[in-house]
T-cell receptor, first 112, second 111 residues
Framework: SQTIHQWPATLVQPVGSPLSLECTVEGTSNPNLYWYRQAAGRGLQLLFYSVGIGQISSEVPQNLSASRPQDRQFILSSKKLLLSDSGFYLC???????????FGDGTRLSIL | GQQLNQSPQSMFIQEGEDVSMNCTSSSIFNTWLWYKQDPGEGPVLLIALYKAGELTSNGRLTAQFGITRKDSFLNISASIPSDVGIYFCAGPPQNNNDMRFGAGTRLTVKP
């Protein structure tokens, strides 16, 4: 069966510090991978998606970037965090064709 | 046009009651998905619907893909405390593979 792992589960970072969140998928190959942000009590905002190694599409202009160095690895990064980057970050995967998506347990990011 | 309107925004019910929530859009959707999110965790897929008119159950949960392909509902029968959470509808609009998510329905169940 397929599993998706995200880490860390929680992270507290100062403003201006760098960020690296990691997501890996097991049990499948060539998945579509996604990064979402969820503000408190709100819906999901798609940040990035990837259909293959090195292929990244950005949905919204922002302070974050994503990379896919391996087939089942998706990384969310920032060089300098802003206060507005606080939130709950979710990684998801799907088979090619995009539905349904399956989510990781998320990373709670707090910026101080 | 391709946004999902999910209602109600929140519900406060007594244990044992039935629950109904729905999603509508002005666009036609190819697939309707229903997720549940527990606090501090990622959404978990509950039910996936792929055909107009399809009615699918998962335990006490039942969801239907509207015949117009522009709406879907989720029913929960005989609610229990562990049903507490946020329920999201989602799906890709026709001619567009991007996933759209509703804003969620926050369910509170009082014992």
């Amino acid at each position: 069966s397929q599993t998706i792992h995200q880490w860390p589960a929680t992270l507290v970072q100062p403003v201006g510090s760098p960020l690296s969140l990691e997501c890996t998928v097991e049990g499948t190959s060539n998945p579509n991978l996604y990064w979402y942000r969820q503000a408190a009590g709100r819906g999901l905002q798609l940040l990035f998606y990837s259909v293959g190694i090195g292929q990244i599409s950005s949905e919204v202009p922002q302070n974050l970037s994503a990379s896919r160095p391996q087939d089942r690895q998706f990384i969310l990064s920032s060089k300098k965090l802003l206060l507005s980057d606080s939130g709950f970050y979710l990684c998801a995967w799907s088979r090619q064709g995009r539905t349904p998506q399956h989510f990781g347990d998320g990373t709670r990011l707090s910026i101080l | 046009g391709q946004q999902l309107n999910q209602s109600p925004q929140s519900m406060f019910i007594q244990e044992g009651e039935d629950v109904s929530m729905n999603c509508t859009s002005s666009s036609i959707f190819n697939t309707w998905l229903w997720y549940k999110q527990d606090p501090g965790e990622g959404p978990v897929l509950l039910i996936a619907l792929y055909k107009a008119g399809e009615l699918t159950s998962n335990g006490r949960l039942t969801a239907q893909f509207g015949i117009t392909r522009k709406d879907s509902f989720l029913n929960i029968s005989a609610s229990i405390p562990s049903d507490v959470g946020i329920y999201f509808c989602a799906g890709p609009p026709q001619n567009n593979n991007d996933m759209r998510f509703g804003a969620g329905t926050r369910l509170t169940v009082k014992p």
